[in-house]
């Protein structure tokens, strides 16, 4: 059974009614801090929490918006709180018309209203034809007539079911109406559709999904007094946590206390250890050389106050990596965290007979990115079984392919506001979404594993159009499957270098010559340090005879060149080859002293090549021949 709409009523910084709608899968609330995201989730886990927890019912006092407060206490009234619309599935559908006769029950969805009296729950949508289910009952039961079928139909409570049955001698007739009083029981005093009720207690009360809140302090304490779990004396949230490691283990704390030796207890709990390693290390990847594992220990000291004699049992819960172990809490909160939730979730996970949603309050909070990927990845997983909804501030938390997920929540003057993302426009509310978005398509411009870096856009589009070119004159031409990369200069190549190599790319460079010392040294570094080979770094002197420094607008005839900068500067007067001083070899210089200017737009001539959609026509037989000869050596160099 799906969870598919929410409707907040009123709960603590929910004011006014908002409606939202969940994904099937995964649902992503995203807000700042205090905006109300933490209180969706409780207040949805109060609706049908998974076990009995005084943290999660609904109160008057601390849950309802304080501003109201005072007038809904004259009021005397028991406000709803949530009301949540859940899909009847297929499987469930077909039960009850097995039951109850084809096409008497009509409901594809229902709604459930929780109040804040924990007690009231109100069902809405449903509807059963009780007509139709009479017709058809009596009728498989042989007692089918118009005046019974009339008398039934008019029945309110169970006393006059029972005085309709006994008015009856015929065996036939009272047997039928024995089969027919559970349908006709009328406990819930909201109901005067007996079937409507019938259905909801048989089938869609009993199916209702059961929801499962978590979040970073229920975590796995790493010290564990076996007495106090016993007393339930642990903090509350430890104690839960410690108990389901315990029930999933399968030991009975009371036997421990008695037991002299403890070795079959630890067995039990390294066994489930196992189990929930085998799941944490398929998606924990930044350490896997880690180990659980579990002591337990007998204290025995006098209190001094009264002599007596005080016997407690730890059980110790420790960490060991590279022979070295430490206690839980001393590992990353990441970890613990990790580690904790599965303890947790494996809880539930072995109820076949029930239905869960998890709610989970900023999973991963404490991982770094790569690892919250993974945890993003476990999520993913978890949802073709569980229906899952969290909370997150990370960008690294939400997947800029399923932005259909994400809902927002908004602090206002009224109350917290819950939207889709595509209504929101406050700022700082959409940051976490609008990082993921830009984070991929950074990700997403590296489209092949292998990267030539490149300074500018400009030298993106000259390559590309001069290999069009040369590849449609059969010459040698950039391969298809190297992706040119524009880094925004000389100065940032480096830090390009270092992003893709973590990302285990092939990188090669194609670098203008350095005009200062300071990027040569940084360069010299990542050589130095073997972040990239030496061999892998081109500059476009290289490919041209007699040039100490170049730049890539080198490669050009300096006819060639000017053809397009004048084109592409019609406010300028036309540069002919006797303006340019002969001392200088580079012709952006030589263009820049002409001109006077320190540096002119290289995008413009770049650009005009593409306008113009020249073909070998307009070049010189050098300047294709030391492109031809530039793409070759980078082809070579990816190989």
């Known amino acids: 059974m799906k969870l598919k709409k929410v409707e907040i009523h009123k709960y603590k910084s929910f004011e006014s009614e908002q409606k939202f709608e969940l994904n099937d899968g995964i649902t992503i609330l995203v807000g700042m801090n ?41 009021s005397g009234e028991n406000p709803k709180a949530v009301t949540c619309t859940y899909e ?17 029950f009509r409901s594809k969805e229902f709604s459930i209203t929780s109040k804040f009296s924990n007690s009231n729950r109100t069902f809405g949508g449903v509807s059963a034809d009780l007509e139709k289910f009479i017709s058809g009952k009596t009728k498989e039961l042989g007692i089918s007539s118009n005046t019974t079928n009339e ?42 559709n007996p079937i409507e009720e019938y259905i909801v207690k048989k089938y869609l009360d009993p199916n209702l999904p059961k929801f499962l809140y978590y979040d970073e302090y229920f975590a ?72 659980i594992t579990f002591q337990i220990d007998k204290k025995e000291e006098t ?10 049992h730890i059980l110790d819960v420790r960490v060991k990596s590279k022979g070295v172990s430490l206690p839980l809490k001393n590992r990353s909160k990441g970890f613990n965290w990790f580690f904790s939730f599965l303890v947790w979730f494996k809880k539930i996970q072995e109820d076949n007979a029930s239905n869960y949603i998890l709610l989970l309050d900023e999973p991963g909070l404490n991982l770094h990115a790569s690892a919250q990927a993974d945890l993003l990845r476990f999520l993913e997983d978890l949802s073709k079984d569980y229906q899952i909804l969290y909370t997150t501030h990370s960008p690294f938390m939400i997947s800029s392919k399923n932005l259909d997920r994400v809902r927002t929540v908004l602090e206002t003057d009224k109350g917290s506001i819950i939207s889709d993302s595509i209504q929101e426009k406050d700022p700082n509310t959409l940051f976490p979404l609008q990082a993921a978005l830009g984070y991929d398509i950074a990700q997403n411009l590296y489209v092949s594993d292998k990267n030539l870096l490149v300074e500018g856009v400009s030298d993106l589009i000259i390559l590309t159009s001069i290999s069009g070119i040369l590849e449609a004159e059969n010459r040698s031409f950039l391969s298809q499957d190297i992706t040119i990369v524009p880094t925004g200069g000389l100065e940032k190549v480096a830090t390009f270098i270092s992003l893709l190599r973590g990302s285990k790319l092939e990188i090669v460079c194609l670098l203008d010559s350095y005009s200062d010392a300071k990027g040569k040294a940084k360069m010299d570094k990542m050589i130095a340090d073997k972040i990239i080979q ?49 001392n200088i070899s580079q012709i952006v210089i030589q263009i820049n002293k002409h001109i006077g200017k320190v540096s002119f737009n290289h995008y413009r001539p770049a650009n005009e090549l593409v306008k113009l959609a020249v073909d070998k026509s307009f070049f010189s037989d050098i300047t294709l021949d030391r492109f031809e000869k530039v793409f070759a050596e980078i082809n070579k160099l990816f190989k």
């Open 34 to 74: 205090e905006s109300g995201k933490t209180a969706t989730l409780e207040a949805i886990a109060k609706t049908n929490y998974f076990q009995d927890d005084k943290q999660f019912k609904f109160s008057l006092t601390h849950d309802y918006p304080r501003k109201e407060k005072k007038k809904v206490d004259k």
């Open 88 to 104: 009847i599935p297929q499987w469930l559908l077909e039960k009850i018309s097995e039951d109850v006769g084809q096409n008497v």
């Open 151 to 192: 008398k039934l139909e008019k029945i309110k409570s169970l006393s006059e079911f029972e005085s309709l049955a006994a008015s009856f001698k015929d065996e036939n007739y009272l047997a039928a109406f024995k089969k027919l009083k559970t349908y006709f029981e009328f406990k819930w005093d909201t109901w005067s």
């Open 220 to 291: 796995l304490p790493s010290r564990i007094s076996i007495e106090k779990l016993e007393q339930e004396a642990l903090e509350e949230n430890e104690y839960k946590t410690a108990k389901a490691l315990f029930e999933l283990a399968d030991i009975n704390t009371k036997e421990i206390i008695k037991a002299k030796d403890f070795e079959d207890f630890v067995a039990e709990l390294e066994a489930t250890e196992a189990i929930i390693s085998e799941e944490l290390f398929k998606y924990w990847k930044t350490n896997k050389n880690l180990q």
């Open 303 to 312: 209190d001094p106050r009264n002599n007596l004699r005080i016997v407690e």
């Open 534 to 582: 030496e061999n892998k770094i081109r500059f476009y002197d290289e490919f041209i005879d007699s040039y100490k420094k170049a730049d890539l607008e080198d490669l050009f005839e300096k006819e060639d060149y000017l053809k397009l900068f004048n084109s592409a500067f019609k406010e300028l007067a036309d540069i002919k080859m006797a303006d340019l001083d002969s």
